[in-house]
């Protein structure tokens, strides 16, 4: 008994150092490697496991496996050779790159062919505005709450004051969202500010129109170009309005008010337009009338009427004499009666027509 009390101290101390000595075996492969031989990057490999009973390749080729494996794709024609698809594809260090089996969608912008970003999905000058001096900007921290003013304006150098930039920031050509984006990258004193831009007062891009209009005047673009008809809608161009005149760097083109493709014409920021009635024409009216004098013509208008417009005809005998080619008159003696009982055409007249109305014979 007592030589097993002191066998068992003994024994207690020798187990725990056994246990700190134990090692895990080291498994090595059989197969050496030269230091030479070693692959500076680990290769991967796909074959194709070409069948070798003459089946098609697209029926017996087997899944990719996930892991070391890269998938290739399964030839579409069943008859397609083995060049095809190479039978064992290096993606080593020194090998070739696998091709790539992504095809550009409608979305995708190839930067070799549009090195810009903004003009693959620039948008129409229908579209856009461009903030230009004298633009009130309404400048908000979305989110923070604030109780200062938010309306700040473009100054005439180009640059806006925001009391949050360290110095003034330039944002004449930019739209609301860039100069949004610019602020945001450029206020320093607050940690990812969101912030937000809107135009509240328009005014540094403007036309003018005038001429056969009940409203003309300087107009103020909301966007970088707008359609003729959308100005015209505000300015209330006159009924006998005709055609409009755009002037644009000094030089002018007549647009037809009747022409919807005219219409649909772009007015951009310092274009004039000129509304333009038909030029007045007259004919002249003597005789026994009870006012003669020069008369205001207008397309299709008759013996009869010009005579009305006259205060009538006193006699029922009237002449009508037309200037010719020649710059000589030529004379024409209608019988108000028998016109006026529908018995004679009523003659349509011409500008600068003379009437003279007589009495009978």
Same mark, same amino acid.
């Given at each position: ?30 197969? =050496? ?10 290769? =991967? ?25 890269? !998938? ?9 050779? %083995? $060049? ?25 912008? @190839? ?26 900007? #309404? ?17 005439? @150098?180009?640059?806006? %004051?925001?009391?949050?930039? %360290?110095?003034?920031?330039? *944002?004449?050509?930019?739209?609301? &969202? ?16 969101? *912030?937000? *831009?809107?135009?509240? #007062? ?11 209009? /009940? ?43 009747? /022409? ?11 274009? !004039? ?14 005789? &026994? ?6 008369? #205001? ?8 009427? $010009? ?13 009508? $004499?037309?200037?010719?080619? #020649? ?7 209608? /019988? ?11 003659? !349509? ?13």
């Amino acid at each position: 008994m007592k030589k097993l009390s002191l066998a068992l101290p003994l024994l207690l101390s020798v187990v725990p150092l056994a246990a700190q000595n134990q090692t895990r075996p080291r498994f090595a492969s059989s197969i =050496r490697r030269t230091k030479d031989s070693r692959p500076a990057a680990r290769d =991967r490999r796909v074959s194709t496991n070409q069948p070798t009973n003459g089946e098609s390749p697209a029926i017996n080729m087997p899944k990719p496996i996930w892991g070391d494996s890269a !998938i290739v794709p399964e030839a579409a024609d069943p008859t397609a050779t %083995e $060049a095809a698809v190479p039978a064992t594809t290096n993606v080593g260090e020194n090998g070739p790159l696998p091709p790539r089996y992504v095809k550009l969608t409608s979305l995708g912008i @190839n930067p070799a062919a549009s090195p810009d970003l903004r003009s693959a999905h620039a948008a129409g000058p229908t579209q856009v505005y461009r903030v230009g001096v004298g633009d009130v900007l #309404d400048i908000r921290l979305t989110n923070m709450t604030t109780r200062e003013s938010t309306l700040f304006t473009v100054m005439n @150098n180009g640059l806006l %004051e925001y009391p949050l930039l %360290e110095a003034p920031t330039p *944002v004449v050509g930019l739209t609301p &969202d860039e100069v949004a984006r610019r602020l945001s990258t450029e206020i320093r004193v607050l940690q990812n500010p969101r *912030v937000s *831009v809107n135009v509240r #007062d328009y005014a540094s891009h403007t036309v003018f129109i005038g001429g056969a209009v /009940d409203n003309p005047g300087r107009k103020v673009l909301r966007r970088e170009a707008m359609p003729l008809f959308a100005l015209l809608a505000d300015a209330s161009p006159r009924t006998d309005a005709t055609t409009a005149t755009l002037n644009r760097y000094g030089k002018e083109t007549r647009l037809s008010l009747a /022409d919807n493709k005219d219409l649909s014409t772009l007015i951009m920021s310092g274009d !004039i337009v000129k509304i333009s009635e038909p030029a007045k024409q007259f004919i002249y009216v003597g005789g &026994d009338v009870a006012s003669p004098g020069e008369k #205001d013509f207008r397309s299709g208008m008759t013996l009869t009427q $010009a005579l009305l417009a006259s205060g009538g005809a006193r006699t029922s005998r009237a002449t009508i $004499a037309k200037r010719g080619s #020649d710059g000589l008159l030529s004379t024409r003696v209608y /019988d108000l009666q028998q016109i006026s009982e529908g018995k004679a055409p009523d003659p !349509i007249l011409e500008a600068g027509d003379r009437i003279e109305v007589k009495p009978a014979l």
